[in-house]
């Protein structure tokens, strides 16, 4: 049975008081998780930082990343860096950087590329604007995006690695897809990969974001297809964040217990 994940995007938020107090919090209250892999990912300049309080069930998300390793690249942070300093999980294709950077699915396949030759765990978000869904076509988006992925570097691309499906609709809006849709794309995403390495898509970790809370993340996790969820805002609230983490743990118990 897959391990749930949850991360939690910090996005631009937060100073060093802020943040360690914040870090300290989450130590105190999810030091018992066992059975969740739990990460955060502060903004670039607070991770070495974090990497000295955080404890050990909780790793480190960096941001964002570099398609270059070294060089005359001026602002930018490499791969290399970011393991350096104990960076596990790398997010690419977040519909913010997508756009208002202007990232197309090419440039984020390269950064895909070089999170993967280093080691490191992509976490590819993936999913469709509000015209989009409305228009139906909401799996032929995400199957693009995934493509782009497939054919520059194949299947085992997508090995050890994580797909998050987050509807751009959904994402810091407090609207949610229901439970129900939520499981129908993360089953077809699965079903896409399975299509040519069924094992691989069994392993796949496929997230959920998108306005996740306290509220909603009992129905969604308990899906078959949801192995967890990149959570933003609400990350940001270490009481919020922790006990979205223990609903996780518990559903997913109760299930495999059924099981």
Request: proline share 3%; net charge positive.
């Amino acid at each position: 049975m897959r391990s749930p994940l949850i991360i939690g995007n910090w996005k631009l938020n937060g100073n060093s008081l802020i943040l360690d107090t914040l870090v300290n919090e989450l130590n105190k209250k999810l030091f018992s998780i066992k059975k969740c892999q739990i990460a955060i990912a502060p903004p670039i300049v607070y991770l070495d930082r974090i990497s000295k309080s955080i404890s050990n069930n909780i790793k480190l998300c960096a941001q964002n990343v570099d398609i270059n390793l070294s060089g005359a690249f001026t602002g930018d942070i490499s791969a290399e860096m970011l393991k350096d300093i104990g960076v596990k999980y790398i997010i690419v294709g977040h519909s913010e950087r997508r756009l208002y950077h202007r990232e197309d699915n090419n440039y984020i396949a390269q950064k895909y590329a070089v999170i993967k030759s280093l080691g490191l765990t992509p976490v590819l978000c993936i999913g469709e604007t509000s015209i989009e869904n409305i228009n139906g076509k909401t799996k032929e988006v995400c199957k693009l995006q995934i493509d782009t992925i497939l054919d520059c570097q194949g299947i085992t691309a997508f090995k050890n690695a994580v797909i998050a499906y987050e509807p751009v609709w959904a994402i810091g809006t407090g609207k949610s897809a229901t439970p129900l849709q939520i499981q129908s794309v993360h089953k077809f995403i699965r079903n896409y990969i399975a299509q040519q390495d069924i094992d691989i898509a069994d392993e796949l970790i496929i997230q959920y974001g998108g306005s996740i809370n306290i509220t909603n993340a009992a129905t969604i996790i308990i899906q078959p297809d949801v192995d967890g969820f990149l959570v933003g805002a609400a990350s940001l609230n270490p009481t919020v964040f922790s006990n979205v983490i223990k609903i996780v743990e518990t559903s997913k118990n109760l299930i495999k217990n059924k099981n």
